[in-house]
């Protein structure tokens, strides 16, 4: 299960370089058959955004099935705020897709950055879950480990925090069900 859902999270962190290339080329469903000609163009890239939203919705639902794990009340020494930190990074994809000229050229870095993205195993940034109200985190316990939180929590100060109900999605990356 861990598997898959690390491979759904890496897809859902990086689908938007599709997306992004779609828009650009201004390739629409249009062209798929003769009865979807009346779409307008917008229907088709409203169409390709819905489709990471909704896979990232099911990474968010099936996160309940994966392994437990908390953060104790006075165990945690320093909480960083990571929703901006990635933002360049997810914005150098935007670039790449910008600046790609061909499918098969797209499809080639694509695969690169999912492979490297996947093996990277630490963290599973997808700026998608701030459209659910989720947070980003990086942690560090009393016993020297730095960790990746994902929270709809909003924390502001480090004495009264704690994670009760984390799901684990790998030994640096966990998502937090506490709400």
């Known amino acids: ?4 859902y690390r491979t759904l999270l890496t897809f859902n962190a990086t689908s938007l370089i599709l997306v992004i290339f779609l828009i650009k080329d201004e390739i629409t469903l249009n062209s798929l058959h003769e009865k ?3 779409l307008p163009n917008y229907a088709s890239y409203i169409a390709y955004f819905a489709i990471p939203i909704i896979l990232t919705f ?5 996160s309940k099935y994966l392994g437990n794990a ?4 006075g165990t945690i020494t320093e909480i960083e705020n990571a929703n901006n930190a990635f933002l360049p990074s997810y914005l150098g994809y935007f670039f790449v897709a910008l600046s790609v000229n061909n499918c098969d050229t797209l499809l080639f870095v694509f695969f690169i950055l ?13 700026p998608l879950f701030l459209i659910f109200g989720y947070h980003f985190y990086n942690v560090s316990t009393s016993n020297k480990a730095k960790l990746f939180i994902i929270s709809k ?8 925090v704690e994670f009760p109900s984390l799901k684990r999605i790998n030994n640096f990356t966990f998502i937090d069900k506490s709400i």
């Open 1 to 4: 299960m861990n598997f898959l």
């Open 36 to 38: 979807l000609n009346i």
């Open 58 to 62: 099911l990474s968010l639902f099936i």
């Open 70 to 73: 908390n953060i104790s009340k």
């Open 114 to 126: 999912f492979v490297f993205t996947f093996l990277s195993q630490t963290l599973y940034f997808n």
């Open 153 to 160: 929590n909003q924390i502001t100060k480090i004495d009264d």
